[in-house]
């Protein structure tokens, strides 16, 4: 018995580590894509959960660099201001050739900024463990402002603990005896670091590791084998521009649709000789030819085959430009993680990679997009469901200078060309917060940080948090993508804070269909609630103005639909969609007075085609905003098939309405109704309605749900152990295995050193409710 508790205590202290010891890190323009320091800087700003450092992109300069105190939890630490990093100690790095004993100091860098297909500020990677961006045309003069013939490029790896610059040059004037220098100053310890360079050296590169040195190149305690040939261990080396290890994981191609389950399974093994506890980083990578990129989710799980808890960050390109050939162009595949390893311990289990579906039903996941190859190289995420192309995308500082929501495309309808398991029609965009100053002049968000709170199976949780570019209102905003098997649907929670007063001459909350990004037409508007409908109209379109004021928006779960939608002429294939927006909850203090129910607007666009879109907007009349004024909403994107034929999913329910009822607002209005989901909670608390969130309470809930279409997410939050859980449904265990633990997802919450467990659950069609009992298994392994 003895032996059992310390096994327990032991493994408790190693499960909370889990939950609390990864670390984030954060990597943001200061000032905005478009904006600048009053100094005039174009300031890129680096946070992790140990230090910080900002840089002018311009002249390849660090100009503030230093260790944080105490860390916030990853999900408050998105919406921190600049300060956290500004206020840090000054900072320098020099960057050097030497030539024939005269020294050409980096002078500028960055330059050529109206090159779109190769934007010289590059963000390549980036999630909770790693940022990873490059500047390039770095610029070399001499004292005498002599120019040396060459041209460098300036990258910078961050992860937790450190951060990897490394600085390659190329050139004409670049040959044997030159050397390259790096120098970092600021702190008590300056670091310095130099490179010879050797004939033919193309480029030359030397590194400098801040604070330290890097880990062991040699890759010793790392083990990775491949279920299909486990005594041929996978190739580990050593990354020197990542700084980090990176496991080559084996290529393949398949038909999806001929194997729509598969889930590939990598064991691992990492150990640790040391005396201290480590964090050990590493990048599991495909690149080439292979199968599954839009939609790929990978997973670790425990030595018995069970979700970890261990987040696995994903960055991933796809985009190549056939002209000409970039750096870091696609495709490939990271998925990065860091693992916690006690002293002299190790971590056995395994890295799963799910591409289509999870225990049976298209799996959700939400991945950064490196977008060298395609052009503008700015932050870009593309959540999926499934492995058949992109269901929506983020573009956080709206770098491609459309909205933050940008393509969204149907699920599981005929494709683009024909046929099935492809690429679908895009029916994109929309935004959420639109603000235009009294002078008409657009407030973009800045300082915008995203936190990847989880990235798949289940659901998806991401969060983007900013400031106008006036400093007058805060947002943040949470963007989460579902497992399901019926339509193309995003969760979006909003919250925007109004820090000073502000005199607005248009203003909209959330839009449906965005200014610059609504590029086909619809024929019908329709608007109600749970009950029903409360209007239809045909659309008006274009005009550059408001085609309806502000309606009320009353009832339970009030949606608008814009239906009947039209297949662009140049498409001569595939099918088309229509949309819903569909409000679950609402709180807002607008000009000083509450606003008990949200209200919908109709605005004329002309992005391309004339149409119009739906706006959530303030009450008519009101132009100014005051300091604690706020705007809290819980809404649903929902991206509607058109026609029975077209979709080939297994929804029987979702089949029959669109025999019935395709094309119009009737699709809208029964998952608006169905999804109004009515929860009463006998055990726990519930915290939120849709997605469904219940923090336990001593490690076990019950509650009854009333509702429900589709797959409906359900999260149980508070647990102590990501592992020993289980969900009774009526009364019987659920089990959506198809390879074995493959139905749930655990994500770690660094605020509370807990985890919470999401499972997805068919309630449709469940008369009289469906009564669910979750015990987190608290009592012992």
């Given amino acids: 018995m003895k032996r059992r508790l310390l096994l327990f205590a032991a493994a408790f202290l190693c499960w909370e580590a889990v939950a609390a010891a990864q670390g984030h890190t954060f990597l943001w323009w200061a000032d905005g894509y478009r904006g600048r320091s009053p100094e005039g800087q174009r300031l890129m700003l680096v946070q ?42 000054a900072a320098s790095l020099r960057l050097s050739v030497t030539l024939d004993g005269r020294e050409y100091v980096c002078a500028r860098a960055a330059r050529k900024t109206d090159d779109h297909a190769n934007y010289p500020v590059r963000l390549i990677a980036g999630g909770r463990f790693l940022q990873r961006f490059d500047l390039l045309g770095l610029e ?35 040959r044997d005896g030159a050397v390259l220098r790096m120098a970092l100053g600021g702190g008590e310890s300056p670091l310095r670091a130099e490179h010879p360079v050797a004939a033919a050296e193309t480029p030359a590169r030397v590194a400098l590791e801040w604070p330290g040195s890097a880990p062991d190149p040699s890759g010793a305690g790392l083990r990775v084998t491949d279920r299909e040939s486990p005594e041929i261990p996978l190739p580990v080396r050593f990354d020197p521009l990542m700084g980090a290890h990176v496991v080559d994981l084996p290529e393949r191609n398949w038909p999806m649709a001929e ?5 590939d399974r990598f064991p691992v093994v990492i150990e640790n000789p040391g005396g201290a506890a480590e964090e050990v980083p590493v990048v599991f990578a495909l690149e080439g030819s292979f199968q599954g990129v839009t939609g790929m989710c990978p997973i670790l799980r425990d030595a018995d085959g069970n979700p970890a808890g261990i987040p696995v960050q994903i960055s991933k390109n796809w985009h190549r430009d056939e002209k000409k050939r970039l750096l870091y162009e696609g495709a490939w595949f990271h998925a990065v993680t860091q693992v916690p390893v006690p002293p002299g311990g190790k971590w056995a289990g395994e890295l799963a990679v799910a591409y289509a579906r999870w225990g049976g039903v298209p799996a959700a996941s939400h991945a950064q997009l490196c977008l060298i190859g395609w052009g503008g190289n700015q932050g870009w995420d593309q959540a999926a469901i499934g492995s058949f192309g992109e269901s929506i995308c983020y573009d956080p500082d709206v770098g491609l200078n459309r909205s933050m929501i940008d393509d969204v495309r149907p699920l599981m309808v005929t494709g683009m060309s024909g046929g099935q398991w492809h690429w679908t029609h895009n029916v994109g965009g929309g935004d959420f917060l639109v603000l235009f100053d009294a002078k008409g002049k657009k407030q973009y968000l800045t300082r915008v940080r995203t ?82 409908l409360a209007e239809e109209w045909e659309t008006e379109r274009g005009g550059k103005k408001y085609l309806r004021a502000p309606m009320p928006a009353p009832g339970e779960s009030p949606w608008i639909a814009l239906t009947g939608g039209v297949r662009g002429e140049q498409w001569k294939e595939g099918a088309w969609a229509d949309r819903a927006l569909v409000v679950r909850s609402w709180r807002a203090r607008l000009g000083g007075r509450d606003v008990p129910e949200p209200l919908f607007a109709v605005y004329g666009t002309e992005n391309g085609p004339h149409s119009a879109n739906a706006e959530l907007a303030p009450p008519q009349g009101l132009d100014r905003l005051e300091p604690g004024d706020f705007v809290e909403a819980d809404l649903e994107l929902l991206v509607l098939p ?15 309405d669109l025999e019935a009822n395709a094309g119009t607002w009737r699709t809208a209005h029964r998952l608006a109704r169905a999804n109004a989901l009515k929860v009463t909670v006998e055990r726990g608390a519930l915290l939120r309605r849709l997605p469904v969130e219940i923090a336990v309470d001593a490690g076990a809930a019950e509650c009854t749900v009333h509702g429900g279409a589709g797959f409906v997410p359900v999260t149980f939050t508070g647990l102590s152990r990501p592992s020993g859980h289980r969900l009774l449904v009526d009364g019987a265990p659920l089990d959506q295995a198809v390879h074995g633990g493959d139905f749930w997802q655990v994500t770690p919450d660094d605020a509370a050193n807990t985890f919470s467990v999401t499972y997805n659950l068919p309630l449709e069609g469940a008369e009289g409710g469906v009564r669910l009992q979750f015990q987190g298994g608290e009592a012992g392994p």
């Fill in 259 to 263: 194997n729509l389950d598969r889930l």
């Fill in 642 to 656: 058109q026609s029975a034929a077209d979709y080939y999913g297994p929804n029987a329910a979702l089949r029959a």
């Fill in 140 to 174: 070399f003069e001499d004292a005498e402002g002599k120019r040396l013939r060459a041209e460098g490029r300036l990258e910078v790896c961050v992860w937790p603990q450190r951060m990897r610059l490394t600085l390659e040059v190329t050139g004409e004037d670049l």
């Fill in 48 to 89: 992790t959960s140990r230090y910080g450092a900002a840089f002018d992109v311009e002249h390849a300069a660090l100009t503030r660099l230093g260790a944080l105190g105490e860390a916030l939890p990853y999900a408050e630490a998105v919406a921190q201001t600049n300060d956290t990093v500004m206020g840090l100690p």
């Fill in 451 to 532: 936190a990847y709170l989880s990235q798949g199976p289940n659901l998806t949780r991401v969060v983007y948090a900013g400031v106008s570019q006036d400093g007058s209102v805060a947002a943040r905003i949470e963007a989460s993508t579902p497992r399901c098997d019926d339509v193309n649907r995003a969760y979006h929670r909003v919250r925007y804070d109004v820090l000073k007063p502000v005199k607005f001459s248009r203003l909209a909350f959330y839009q449906l269909g965005a200014d610059h990004y609504n590029d086909h037409q619809f024929a019908r508007i329709a608007r109600g609630n749970a009950d029903g």
